[in-house]
Structures are given as C-alpha cells and as structure tokens.
C-alpha cells in the first residue's frame, strides 16, 4: 500500500521499459482511482495528460510500470477531463497492481 501523494511526481514506464512520462495527479473517476499521467511534451508545453486506472500500474522500484500499454498508444487516449474527478488527500491510501 501507498498514499496518493506518493505517486505524484513518479516516473512512469512502459512495460517495454520506455519512459513515458510522469504522475501529475491521483483522482477518482467515477468510484475508480485513476493516476493522471502526462505524456510526452517538454518542460510541460505540449503534455497530454491521461488517466490510467491504478489496476493498471506497478511499483518496478522507483518507477510506476504500465503494463501492456506504449507511449504511443497512450498519446492515442482520451485527453484526461478534470471536470469528471475528484482528486484525492495526499495521504489516502492506495494500492497499484491488480492486488
């Protein structure tokens, strides 16, 4: 177990080990947690942000894995809609993986 606020800041990987980017923020969405990536961009200009649920995402030691998604496919999502969630206390427990 974790707490949002320690998510936040983390790097994230594909499961192919490519940098993807970074965890801007830790939301619900719809009763789910969800960990808003942002993809690509330089120093912020550009970014496109996604939210990926956390059954989808694993500590790998200090970098959050994406399993099964590429970098391309998530710059392919949705951008993330920050009207429909809710961010969550920096200290509210969580756990990545499908634990």
Do not use: C
């Not at 200090?62 to 920096?90: C, I, P």
Request: cysteine-free; glycine content about 14%.
């Amino acid at each position: 177990p974790s707490t949002a606020g320690a998510l936040i800041g983390a790097e994230v990987a594909s499961s192919a080990g490519e940098d993807i980017g970074e965890i801007d923020n830790v939301v619900r969405i719809n009763g789910e947690v969800m960990a808003v990536v942002g993809v690509g961009g330089f120093l912020g200009l550009g970014e496109h942000s996604v939210a990926l649920p956390l059954t989808e995402l694993d500590w790998q030691g200090e970098t959050v894995t994406a399993f099964g998604y590429t970098e391309e496919q998530l710059k392919s999502m949705d951008e993330y809609d920050s009207e429909l969630a809710t961010q969550l206390e920096a200290d509210e427990q969580i756990s990545l993986g499908k634990s």
